[in-house]
Protein backbone atom coordinates (compact mmCIF):
# COMPACT_ATOMS: atom_id res chain seq x y z
CA UNK A 1 0.00 0.00 0.00
CA UNK A 2 0.83 3.71 -0.30
CA UNK A 3 1.73 5.30 3.01
CA UNK A 4 0.55 8.63 4.29
CA UNK A 5 1.49 11.17 1.49
CA UNK A 6 2.70 15.11 2.65
CA UNK A 7 5.20 16.72 2.75
CA UNK A 8 8.67 15.94 1.13
CA UNK A 9 6.81 12.47 -0.11
CA UNK A 10 4.73 14.55 -2.18
CA UNK A 11 7.55 16.52 -3.83
CA UNK A 12 7.54 16.58 -7.20
CA UNK A 13 11.22 18.90 -7.57
CA UNK A 14 12.97 16.22 -5.73
CA UNK A 15 12.92 14.56 -8.62
CA UNK A 16 14.53 15.82 -12.28
CA UNK A 17 12.49 16.83 -15.40
CA UNK A 18 12.82 13.54 -17.62
CA UNK A 19 12.34 14.60 -21.89
CA UNK A 20 9.03 12.01 -22.27
CA UNK A 21 7.95 11.23 -18.59
CA UNK A 22 7.57 14.21 -16.97
CA UNK A 23 4.83 15.61 -18.58
CA UNK A 24 2.59 12.23 -19.40
CA UNK A 25 -0.71 11.87 -18.62
CA UNK A 26 -0.01 8.16 -17.63
CA UNK A 27 2.49 5.99 -17.60
CA UNK A 28 1.69 3.69 -20.81
CA UNK A 29 2.31 7.75 -22.32
CA UNK A 30 6.17 6.95 -21.20
CA UNK A 31 8.27 7.74 -23.53
CA UNK A 32 11.85 7.21 -21.93
CA UNK A 33 15.21 7.99 -22.88
CA UNK A 34 15.86 4.69 -21.36
CA UNK A 35 14.99 1.47 -21.12
CA UNK A 36 11.62 0.05 -19.36
CA UNK A 37 8.77 -2.66 -20.02
CA UNK A 38 6.17 -0.96 -19.52
CA UNK A 39 4.21 -4.08 -19.81
CA UNK A 40 5.14 -4.44 -15.57
CA UNK A 41 3.11 -1.43 -15.36
CA UNK A 42 -0.01 -2.32 -13.12
CA UNK A 43 -3.02 -0.58 -12.23
CA UNK A 44 -2.16 0.81 -8.56
CA UNK A 45 1.35 1.87 -10.78
CA UNK A 46 -1.13 3.99 -12.77
CA UNK A 47 -3.41 5.71 -10.23
CA UNK A 48 -0.15 6.34 -7.95
CA UNK A 49 1.30 8.09 -11.56
CA UNK A 50 -2.49 10.16 -11.28
CA UNK A 51 -2.26 11.25 -8.17
CA UNK A 52 1.41 11.69 -7.12
CA UNK A 53 3.18 12.03 -10.28
CA UNK A 54 6.83 12.08 -10.03
CA UNK A 55 7.02 11.80 -6.37
CA UNK A 56 9.31 9.29 -4.94
CA UNK A 57 8.03 6.18 -4.48
CA UNK A 58 10.97 5.67 -1.92
CA UNK A 59 13.72 7.40 0.46
CA UNK A 60 16.28 5.58 1.15
CA UNK A 61 19.32 7.10 4.06
CA UNK A 62 22.17 9.09 2.23
CA UNK A 63 24.34 6.30 3.52
CA UNK A 64 22.24 3.50 1.16
CA UNK A 65 22.08 5.50 -1.13
CA UNK A 66 25.65 6.11 -1.47
CA UNK A 67 26.28 1.99 -1.11
CA UNK A 68 23.62 1.13 -4.06
CA UNK A 69 24.19 4.00 -6.65
CA UNK A 70 27.87 4.99 -6.62
CA UNK A 71 30.37 4.66 -9.45
CA UNK A 72 33.57 5.55 -10.03
CA UNK A 73 32.26 9.47 -10.14
CA UNK A 74 31.71 9.42 -6.56
CA UNK A 75 28.91 8.89 -4.07
CA UNK A 76 26.78 11.85 -5.22
CA UNK A 77 25.25 13.12 -8.20
CA UNK A 78 23.62 16.70 -7.09
CA UNK A 79 22.58 18.73 -4.61
CA UNK A 80 19.02 20.85 -3.17
CA UNK A 81 18.89 23.45 -1.84
CA UNK A 82 15.78 24.49 -0.44
CA UNK A 83 14.77 27.97 1.69
CA UNK A 84 15.37 30.19 -0.64
CA UNK A 85 13.28 32.47 -2.70
CA UNK A 86 15.78 34.45 -4.87
CA UNK A 87 17.86 31.85 -7.33
CA UNK A 88 19.73 34.72 -8.48
CA UNK A 89 20.95 35.57 -5.14
CA UNK A 90 21.78 31.95 -4.44
CA UNK A 91 23.60 31.54 -7.75
CA UNK A 92 25.53 34.43 -7.23
CA UNK A 93 26.78 33.53 -3.44
CA UNK A 94 27.29 30.06 -5.13
CA UNK A 95 29.70 30.99 -7.63
CA UNK A 96 31.50 33.28 -5.20
CA UNK A 97 32.27 30.55 -2.45
CA UNK A 98 33.31 28.18 -5.42
CA UNK A 99 36.80 27.75 -6.29
CA UNK A 100 36.61 25.70 -9.75
CA UNK A 101 40.64 25.57 -9.27
CA UNK A 102 39.78 23.31 -6.58
CA UNK A 103 37.28 20.92 -8.04
CA UNK A 104 39.62 20.58 -11.21
CA UNK A 105 38.67 22.57 -13.37
CA UNK A 106 40.56 25.64 -15.27
CA UNK A 107 40.32 27.58 -18.66
CA UNK A 108 43.66 27.76 -20.22
CA UNK A 109 45.00 28.32 -24.30
CA UNK A 110 45.83 25.16 -25.27
CA UNK A 111 47.49 26.90 -28.11
CA UNK A 112 50.94 27.18 -25.98
CA UNK A 113 51.14 23.44 -24.66
CA UNK A 114 50.51 22.01 -28.07
CA UNK A 115 53.03 23.87 -29.70
CA UNK A 116 55.65 22.91 -27.38
CA UNK A 117 54.77 19.27 -27.47
CA UNK A 118 54.79 19.41 -31.09
CA UNK A 119 58.29 20.78 -30.78
CA UNK A 120 59.41 17.50 -29.30
CA UNK A 121 62.98 16.91 -28.23
CA UNK A 122 64.79 15.20 -31.32
CA UNK A 123 66.51 17.07 -34.20
CA UNK A 124 65.78 15.20 -37.50
CA UNK A 125 67.74 17.40 -39.14
CA UNK A 126 70.43 15.74 -37.97
CA UNK A 127 69.14 12.06 -38.79
CA UNK A 128 68.27 13.29 -42.38
CA UNK A 129 71.90 14.41 -42.10
CA UNK A 130 73.52 10.92 -41.25
CA UNK A 131 70.93 9.01 -43.18
CA UNK A 132 72.10 10.64 -46.50
CA UNK A 133 75.77 10.89 -45.48
CA UNK A 134 75.22 6.84 -45.60
CA UNK A 135 73.66 6.79 -48.52
CA UNK A 136 76.26 8.72 -50.70
CA UNK A 137 79.09 6.37 -48.65
CA UNK A 138 77.08 3.26 -49.72
CA UNK A 139 76.53 4.49 -53.48
CA UNK A 140 80.39 5.55 -53.68
CA UNK A 141 81.15 2.02 -52.27
CA UNK A 142 78.56 -0.22 -54.74
CA UNK A 143 79.87 2.30 -57.44
CA UNK A 144 83.89 1.63 -57.10
CA UNK A 145 82.92 -2.05 -57.39
Known sequence: GTLPMAGLAVDRDLVPEYPGITGAESITDWDPPFPVDLKRVRARDEDYWKEYRTAPKAFVTLEAGQKLWASRFGKLTSIRVGGTSNAAAFAQKLRRLIDPERLG??????????????????????????????????????AGL
Do not use: I, N
Open 105 to 142: MAVYAPRAPALASARGSTDFGEYFTYFSFFLVVSALLL
